[in-house]
């Protein structure tokens, strides 16, 4: 009887185990795709990949011939069969979407006035009130082969309003963290969480300097997104004085109907070999970085914040290659809150300031992100 009992429960163990398909998600530069949403529309199942591009979907109760979507703004959609996806032993590439610019007939000025109009409604579109963010934060580095740093927080945030004036005013609260640190490194990125999320603010992004070294054009206006027709405007970054190698290029998504923007994301890349900081020379130089929000109660708030970097070349005479990631995904929100129910503290910053992160070899396991 106990054989009979131990063999159901292996065979149960095993059958759960086929219920869910992992794998990876790439770039066509072979860089992890982050915040890929994975789903099946028909049986309501899906979940996000996370900042490693990697991603698991429960497949429980799914037909082979039934079809699991890959979307992600920006990204050409993918569709694999149940079948297809079992069997898929590679990494997942998606395209970036090619926007055909000689199809839209606008002005040539007529895509920067889009972004400064929507701009100028921040103050409709973004909560005016305080509204609570329960976030999860990760930033780390692996420099030739090795991590760097490693730092986890899950803390709540408050913060006032989306606008301008009242951008400095973050109060954060940690719930729980983790910080590690490879001893002796001359080189790593140390990130807080209020530092990345200071940028959120799109008026932040698109700052007048920002304005006056970009060039604005049409990309598309047909991207629909939850059923909401956008405009897509295309920015890039001309080349400036001392940094003439370094090259910009992004697309803003805004909501024709209430002039809210969506979706935010920029490519930095350096076009030949460049010297910085006097001790490194980089011969690759690519940074991803995206912003994104989403409707709650005909309002914009932050959905996530995601940026990597990927680069080669020598420092202090060594070659290496490095990686950097950070990235910020709020799991839940609340909205309207009175100054009595704001916790005021600055516990995330005090952290950065006033503790010793742990070393590196004691790191055991990275936290889920998804």
Same mark, same amino acid.
């Given at each position: 009887?106990?054989?009979?009992?131990?063999?159901?429960?292996?065979?149960?163990?095993?059958?759960?185990?086929?219920?869910?398909? =992992?794998?990876?998600?790439?770039? *066509?530069?072979?860089?992890?795709?982050?915040?890929?949403?994975?789903?099946?529309?028909?049986?309501?199942?899906?979940?996000?990949?996370?900042?490693?591009?990697?991603?698991?979907?429960?497949? =429980?109760?799914? #037909?082979?011939?039934?079809?699991?979507?890959?979307?992600?703004?920006?990204?050409?959609?993918?569709?694999?069969?149940?079948?297809?996806?079992?069997?898929?032993?590679?990494?997942?590439?998606? /395209?970036? #979407?090619?926007?055909?610019?000689?199809?839209?007939?606008?002005?040539?000025?007529?895509?920067?006035?889009?972004?400064?109009?929507?701009?100028?409604?921040?103050?409709?579109?973004?909560?005016?009130?305080?509204?609570?963010?329960?976030?999860?934060?990760? %930033?780390? =580095?692996?420099?030739?082969?090795?991590?760097?740093?490693?730092?986890?927080?899950?803390?709540?945030?408050?913060?006032?309003?989306?606008?301008?004036?009242? =951008?400095?005013?973050?109060?954060?609260? %940690?719930?729980?963290?983790?910080?590690?640190?490879?001893?002796?490194?001359?080189?790593?990125?140390? @990130?807080?969480?209020?530092?990345?999320?200071?940028?959120?603010?799109?008026?932040?992004?698109?700052?007048?300097?920002?304005? #006056?070294?970009?060039?604005?054009?049409?990309?598309?206006?047909?991207?629909?997104?939850?059923?909401?027709?956008?405009?897509?405007?295309?920015?890039?970054?001309?080349?400036?004085?001392?940094?003439?190698?370094?090259?910009?290029?992004?697309?803003?998504?805004?909501?024709?109907?209430? /002039?809210?923007?969506?979706? @935010?994301?920029?490519?930095?890349?350096? *076009?030949?070999?460049?010297?910085?900081?006097?001790?490194?020379?980089?011969?690759?130089?690519?940074?991803?970085?995206?912003?994104?929000?989403?409707?709650?109660?005909?309002?914009?708030?932050?959905?996530?914040?995601?940026?990597?970097?990927?680069?080669?070349?020598?420092?202090?005479?060594?070659?290496?290659?490095?990686?950097?990631?950070?990235?910020?995904?709020?799991?839940?929100?609340?909205?309207?809150?009175?100054?009595?129910?704001?916790?005021?503290?600055? *516990?995330?910053?005090?952290?950065?300031?006033?503790?010793?992160?742990? %070393?590196?070899?004691?790191?055991?396991? *990275?936290?889920?992100?998804?």
């Amino acid at each position: 009887m106990r054989k009979t009992i131990s063999i159901f429960l292996l065979l149960l163990s095993l059958s759960s185990f086929a219920q869910t398909i =992992s794998g990876t998600l790439l770039d *066509e530069q072979s860089h992890p795709l982050s915040f890929v949403n994975v789903a099946n529309a028909k049986a309501q199942v899906g979940s996000y990949s996370d900042d490693a591009g990697r991603f698991s979907i429960d497949i =429980s109760g799914l #037909k082979e011939s039934d079809e699991i979507q890959f979307s992600h703004l920006g990204y050409v959609d993918i569709k694999m069969t149940v079948k297809q996806l079992s069997e898929q032993k590679d990494p997942i590439r998606l /395209k970036a #979407k090619n926007y055909s610019l000689h199809e839209v007939v606008v002005g040539p000025g007529d895509a920067k006035n889009l972004l400064m109009d929507a701009l100028s409604h921040i103050s409709d579109n973004y909560p005016a009130e305080f509204t609570n963010n329960h976030i999860l934060f990760k %930033d780390y =580095s692996v420099i030739t082969g090795e991590r760097n740093h490693y730092y986890n927080f899950d803390f709540n945030m408050y913060i006032p309003s989306y606008l301008a004036k009242d =951008s400095p005013r973050i109060y954060t609260i %940690d719930h729980k963290h983790e910080m590690y640190e490879k001893k002796g490194t001359l080189f790593r990125a140390q @990130i807080k969480p209020t530092m990345l999320l200071k940028l959120m603010y799109p008026e932040r992004l698109f700052d007048e300097k920002m304005m #006056k070294e970009h060039d604005f054009q049409m990309a598309t206006t047909s991207a629909t997104i939850d059923g909401e027709e956008y405009n897509v405007i295309e920015f890039t970054r001309r080349p400036q004085k001392g940094d003439h190698s370094i090259t910009a290029k992004g697309h803003v998504y805004i909501n024709k109907n209430d /002039k809210g923007i969506r979706f @935010i994301d920029v490519h930095v890349y350096n *076009e030949k070999s460049s010297r910085f900081f006097l001790v490194a020379k980089m011969d690759t130089l690519n940074i991803n970085a995206k912003v994104a929000y989403i409707k709650v109660d005909g309002k914009y708030m932050l959905d996530y914040i995601s940026q990597t970097t990927y680069a080669s070349g020598k420092f202090f005479g060594k070659s290496q290659n490095l990686a950097f990631t950070s990235t910020a995904r709020v799991i839940d929100r609340q909205a309207h809150l009175k100054m009595n129910e704001i916790v005021m503290k600055t *516990e995330v910053d005090d952290i950065f300031t006033n503790e010793k992160p742990k %070393d590196i070899k004691e790191l055991k396991a *990275e936290p889920d992100m998804k």
